[in-house]
C-alpha cells in the first residue's frame, strides 16, 4: 500500500514540474508561424493572402498579386505593422486596388488577438488569418 507520504510527495513534485512547464502558446502572437486570410479565392486568381511572421516581427507578405516585406512590433495586445517593399507583379487595377486595401486595413490595426488557430487584428476594419497549421 503506497503511504500518504509517498502520495503528498507524488502531488507536490507533479504540481512543481506543471509549474515550471512552459505556458501554452495558443494566445501569443504568432512570431515564427505563416497564417492565411480568412477570405474567398478571387475569380480568376488561385492566391489567397498570407503573412510569414519571422521571431523578431519581420514579415514576408503576399497579397492577391502584390508580395514583400513588413515588420511587426507587439506590445500586450497591441500591434503595429509597417509595410515594407511591395513588389507589383504585373497586377491588374483590381488586384492592385485590394492590394492597397489589405495593406492600409493592416497598417491601420491597433490592437490583435489569438483564440486557438484564429489572429484577428482589430482596427476600423476587423482582419481574420487563420494559422497554416499543416
Known amino acids: 500500500m503506497i503511504s500518504n507520504t509517498t502520495l503528498l510527495r507524488a502531488a507536490m513534485a507533479g504540481a512543481a514540474l506543471l509549474f515550471s512547464w512552459p505556458a501554452h502558446a495558443a494566445d501569443d502572437f504568432p512570431f515564427g508561424l505563416e497564417m492565411t ?3 474567398q479565392r478571387m475569380p480568376g486568381s488561385k492566391r489567397i493572402p498570407n503573412l510569414e511572421i519571422g521571431d523578431a516581427g519581420e514579415a514576408m ?34 488586384q492592385v486596388q485590394l492590394d492597397d486595401q489589405l495593406l ?3 497598417g491601420a490595426a491597433t490592437n490583435w ?13 476587423t482582419l481574420r488569418f487563420r494559422l497554416n497549421t499543416n
Request: glycine share 14%; charged share 20%.
Open 113 to 125: 488577438q489569438r483564440r486557438g488557430d484564429t489572429v484577428t487584428f482589430i482596427g476600423p476594419k
Open 104 to 106: 492600409a486595413d493592416l
Open 37 to 39: 486570410l480568412d477570405a
Open 61 to 94: 507578405v503576399e497579397l492577391w498579386c502584390k508580395g514583400g516585406k513588413g515588420q511587426f512590433s507587439v506590445a500586450g495586445n497591441t500591434v503595429v505593422f509597417v509595410p515594407g517593399t511591395i513588389v507589383n507583379r504585373n497586377c491588374t487595377e483590381a
